[in-house]
């Protein structure tokens, strides 16, 4: 693997893509006695919004509390081991270790490092959470205002990735990673959204909730039954539009995760000029070329992952259709739109249109 094969970035803390639940979602509808919906808001969780709800027979009221309260749970135990803003969270201690430490993890720290490093293979390199180099770098410049050089893109590039030549920057054990250099940092705002969501899921189903639905920050997954034996109903905002309620289109899905990267309300202003937070990897720059990517896949870790992988190999030479023939094989879809208000252009995966309200 390239030394530039480093990481995919996103500006913020712990913060990820952007999907709109559909008006009324969080209504209960009283077309199915056989149903009752509780939910739940969360307003302070990963630096975001959360919304949860689970669907239960009436009789199973205390039940789907619990359910609530165990997939809140999951988010905040998530949280406490993946945010690299906590000093001593997990992420943290690992960022702080000295070179050829074993640094003590908890299992799930390590499980989440060794899909982060799957990922990676699978995306071709567009996306690595081995990116805190990169990303404090371009942290600095969105505060400052302004631009870095070339030569401090490229020292930050140096430091990430995986692999430095036949070497590997980490080693993964069961509970716990030994770096091997002292710059080696990772930094997992790109998939803690989604882990943790997929958590609070499994959590959910382990209550027995007859379904249910997790959304942090605009990050979804669902699965299972709503009062009415209707499909769960999501919006893609339009990226071109202010009005949150504006859609591109209007997904229905059973079970599974949405993801939706963009630059439309994430990014940031360096000298004059607006500038995405995805950032490509072998250049270090930010990429502009597609305004929305949104990605259906079976976890919510799988989603964010491609969401910003799609957004940076969509505006390589090659396009978005090679973007998207790298999902071939794969049981992710996605759509991804290039262009601007005036002259836009909406690619997408032949299983993405099935799942379109028409």
Not at 174 to 190: E, N, Y
Not at 218 to 239: E, S, T
Request: aromatic residues 4%; glycine residues 8%.
């Amino acid at each position: 693997m390239s030394k530039h094969a480093a990481a995919v970035i996103q500006l913020g803390v712990l913060a990820g893509i952007i999907a709109l639940v559909a008006v009324g979602l969080w209504q209960i509808h009283s077309d199915d006695p056989m149903l009752m919906s509780i939910e739940r808001s969360r307003p302070d969780i990963m630096d975001t919004n959360c919304q949860l709800r689970a669907i239960v027979p009436p009789d199973r009221r205390q039940a789907a509390l619990e359910a609530l309260d165990n997939a809140v749970a999951a988010l905040e135990r998530t949280e406490s081991l993946l945010s690299a803003w906590q000093p001593d969270s997990d992420i943290a201690r690992l960022n702080a270790a000295k070179a050829n430490m074993v640094v003590m993890l908890d299992p799930q720290t390590v499980e989440i490092l060794t899909i982060s490093k799957d990922l990676t293979q699978q995306t071709g390199g567009a996306f690595d959470v081995t990116c805190a180099p990169l990303f404090n770098v371009w942290r600095k410049a969105g505060k400052t205002g302004r631009l870095p050089t070339n030569e401090t893109v490229d020292r930050a590039l140096q430091l990430c990735g995986w692999y430095e030549g036949q070497d590997e920057r980490y080693r993964l054990h069961p509970d716990s990673v030994m770096k091997l250099h002292d710059t080696a940092k990772v930094d997992l705002g790109g998939v803690a959204k989604g882990y943790g969501i997929d958590l609070a899921i499994e959590a959910m189903r382990v209550a027995g909730v007859a379904g249910g639905l997790v959304e942090v920050g605009g990050d979804i997954r669902c699965f299972g039954a709503k009062p009415g034996g209707r499909k769960w109903r999501i919006l893609i905002k339009d990226p071109f539009t202010s009005g949150q309620a504006d859609a591109i289109g209007v997904l229905r899905l059973q079970e599974g995760a949405i993801c939706t990267s963009g630059n439309y309300e994430r990014f940031v202003e360096i000298e004059g000029k607006q500038y995405s937070h995805i950032i490509d990897p072998c250049s270090g720059r930010p990429v502009d070329a597609a305004p929305s990517v949104t990605v259906v896949a079976p976890t919510a870790v799988q989603a964010d992952a491609w969401a910003t992988a799609l957004s940076v190999l969509a505006a390589r030479p090659e396009g978005p259709l090679a973007a998207l023939d790298m999902l071939k094989g794969t049981d992710v879809e996605a759509m991804i739109v290039v262009g601007t208000r005036k002259d836009h252009k909406v690619h997408k995966t032949s299983g993405f249109d099935t799942l379109l309200e028409k």
